[in-house]
């Protein structure tokens, strides 16, 4: 965070001619900081809601940092951005180091071993300022309810947004200090219009990306820029103002108690950060505007205290700290939410860390000359901070990478998976310590997908439909064109397709969409999903593949209650008409609690992850009710590879059959690839 010790930054009733040379401590902006932090803070542990506290942040930062490169350019000294980065970074990265290597470390203890690769992923991401991005890939949901589920490091995609900003902003005041001189121009009058240009395309895309996929654009940097911008302006613009002491201490308490209040009164669920996030950003910067009024009904009186500086103070550390200390703790005793007894101690908790790595590492650590001497010194400070984090996250990702690798090639001889269910298989399966497969870090990710995006002729006209089309390629001209159609339930039976495909040279291609089914006109799940539907009918019209496989039931978690999906013969009826093949699947049972997290924590061979058949599962397929109706229709079974007679278990034959509580495992369905094509070849007469 940069320091609250500005160049210039007085108070709008002070002498301004002394503004751009006389340095200005403002402490109601470390308590405007102390109660953002204190926001975020109990919003995320007590409320499980997000408070507005984060983008006053950013705003503060913003304004902060203007100040300092506005001072630099009207005393005219060098900018010096390496110097300025350097020293920045070398500031912020310990107690940042700090918080992931204890994260990491705790995080062996108490999480289960399926989100081990994600977190280190999430640790080089927050270490290089980059989680932002990844989260944005990963479609995180931040307002997601369970946050014993969150990833401890999550929050440091605010962190590495303004790392990003940091680098770009200074560029910006180096950009525009070399036009002012080229062209004769004030230096102010042209960073306020960069800055509100800046401020207008961001908060009109940040309007438009939120509407439209707010999950992406909660941690977009684009559609934050202009909380940046606008503490940007009220740095720039501050200076010329002339308000008078009772102006301002009105702005002062509009501010604080509209920003108090933006978690409680604002359904900030679908809206940040789009216009909504106006509300704490501009009441935030009423707060700065209002300033010093010396005034003893003024909020600047309360904001100045010695309690909210101190607490300013520590408001880094102690965001570092709250949010992995709440997610570990909820992992710990195994609750969602915590109460506001646990929740108190959750916050002390934080508190108490937040301080000592602001004593004991970030203050000893600004404080140590010997890298301020050259940029040598301070470019090797800063490699030894970010090598304590590097490390440990390196050696224990080798360490996974090697387990799996051991395990893979033992594959053949340990985990015969879905063929141990076959009464003829004559093979054994060894008991003991043998590897599961995927290993649990792997799980989350073993997802089966093709080779890539779909070409040539098979390319769908559509965008929305070509953005969901893979296809495996056969060698030379296909011998069949084989299409799997439907939603990730669909998706999952890919595994036992592929070998099959590859052995008999087929094309085998896949239009998959999350959460959308394969339902006739007017059947969908959600408009979208009839609209990606509808396209997904006209390219099997111009298309014609060979065979369609796609799921013919939807089970219901942990119970009997298992029907055919909707419409499924008024959409499949058309096409087995026009000589297409169509092969239905039933589908797996499912569960109410995670299958895999079960066999993880308590054993493969606990009964609380093998549960009865009699509950798991339908006693007749649904699908045979279309034997007559449909007498080309194709239908495969194999519940009895997943299931045995009398249970449903996590692990057969050494391999993770679920991994999550209703999708089968890559591993798994490939394991299933030779008993899947004798059926599909007996159901359809293929040769």
């Known amino acids: 965070m940069p320091t609250l010790w500005t160049k210039g930054a007085t108070a709008p009733a002070a002498d301004r001619r002394q503004a751009s040379r006389k340095s200005s401590y403002r402490p109601e902006i470390q308590g405007l900081r102390s109660l953002a932090v204190l926001m975020v803070v109990t919003y995320h542990v ?10 006053v942040f950013l705003l503060i930062s913003a304004f902060l940092m203007t100040f300092q490169f506005v001072g630099r350019h009207e005393r005219r000294e060098p900018f010096a951005l390496l110097k300025h980065w350097l ?33 280190i992923d999430q640790g080089w991401a927050s270490l290089f300022y980059s989680e932002n991005r990844l989260l944005q890939a990963q479609a995180v949901d931040y307002y997601a309810n369970d946050h014993s589920l969150a990833s401890p490091l999550q929050h440091f995609w605010s962190l590495s947004i ?4 940091f680098i770009l902003w200074p560029l910006i005041f180096l950009a525009a200090a070399w036009a002012a001189r080229r ?20 908060l009109a895309y940040s309007i438009y990306f939120t509407a439209t996929n707010q999950v992406q654009a909660y941690f977009d940097t684009g559609a934050r820029l202009w909380e940046f911008a606008l503490g940007t302006l009220v740095a720039l613009l501050l200076p010329g103002l002339r308000l008078s002491r009772a102006v301002r201490i009105v702005m002062g308490w509009v501010g604080v108690i509209a920003m108090l209040a933006c978690g409680i009164l604002l359904n900030v669920q679908a809206a940040f950060p789009g216009v909504a996030a106006l509300w704490p950003t501009v009441a935030a910067a ?24 101190r607490l300013g103070d520590i408001s880094y550390g102690l965001y570092l700290w709250h949010w992995p200390v709440l997610v570990l703790a909820l992992a710990w005793t195994g609750k969602e939410h915590a109460g506001w007894l646990s929740g108190t101690v959750i916050i002390v908790s934080a508190l108490a860390l937040a301080y000592l790595t602001t004593r004991f590492i970030e203050k000893p650590w600004r404080e140590w000359k010997w890298p301020e001497a050259r940029k040598r010194r301070a470019v090797l400070a800063i490699m030894l901070a970010v090598s304590v984090a590097a490390a440990p996250l390196a050696l224990w990702r080798n360490q996974l990478d090697t387990e799996r690798r051991v395990a893979q090639e033992q594959k053949v001889a340990n985990n015969p998976g879905s063929r141990a269910l076959d009464p003829a298989f004559a093979g054994t399966v060894p008991a003991g310590d043998v590897t599961l497969l995927p290993t649990a870090t792997d799980l989350p990710q073993n997802w089966v997908s093709l080779d890539g995006p779909c070409t040539g002729d098979i390319t769908p006209q559509d965008q929305a439909v070509k953005d969901t089309c893979f296809e495996q390629k056969p060698s030379g001209n296909p011998a069949r064109r084989v299409l799997v159609l439907g939603d990730s339930h669909a998706q999952q039976w890919s595994g036992a397709v592929k070998p099959i495909a590859a052995q008999n040279n087929w094309l085998l291609y896949s239009m998959l969409k999350g ?5 006739p006109a007017g059947k969908a799940a959600s408009d979208d999903c009839e609209t990606y539907n509808a396209s997904v009918q006209k390219e099997i019209e111009r298309q014609q ?21 909707p419409g499924f013969a008024d959409l499949v009826g058309p096409w087995i008409d026009k000589g297409i093949d169509v092969v239905a699947l039933r589908d797996n049972p499912r569960f109410t609690f995670n299958m895999a997290e079960c066999v993880v924590t308590d054993g493969p061979d606990a ?81």
């Open 46 to 55: 007590w409320f499980g809601r997000v408070s507005g506290g984060v983008d």
């Open 87 to 119: 020293h920045l970074f070398r500031r912020l990265l310990p107690a940042a180091v700090t918080v992931i290597v204890a994260t990491l470390a705790v995080s062996y203890l108490v999480l289960p071993r399926t989100r081990w690769l994600d977190l």
């Open 162 to 165: 303004q790392g990003q900003v």
């Open 183 to 202: 062209f004769r121009l004030s230096y102010r009058p042209l960073l306020a219009y960069v800055f509100f240009l800046v401020f207008l395309v961001s």
């Open 286 to 309: 009423f707060v700065i505007v209002a300033g010093q009024t010396q005034s003893p009904a003024g909020v600047d009186r309360i904001l100045s205290s010695k309690p909210l500086v």
């Open 515 to 519: 959460a959308c089914k394969v339902a």
């Open 545 to 565: 593949p060979d065979a369609i496989i796609l799921l013919g039931t939807a089970a219901a978690p942990s119970s009997t209650a298992e029907e055919l999906t």
């Open 607 to 687: 009964q609380s992850c093998r549960p009865a058949v009699r509950d798991s599962l339908a006693p007749e397929n649904p699908l045979a009710t279309l034997k007559d109706s449909l007498p080309g229709l194709a239908i495969l079974d194999l519940t009895d590879r997943i299931c045995t007679a009398m249970e449903c278990p996590g692990v057969v034959g050494n391999i993770f059959v679920y991994l999550d509580d209703n999708h089968l495992t890559a591993e798994y369905t490939e394991s299933m690839a030779d008993e899947f094509g004798r059926r599909f070849f007996e159901a359809t007469g293929w040769k």
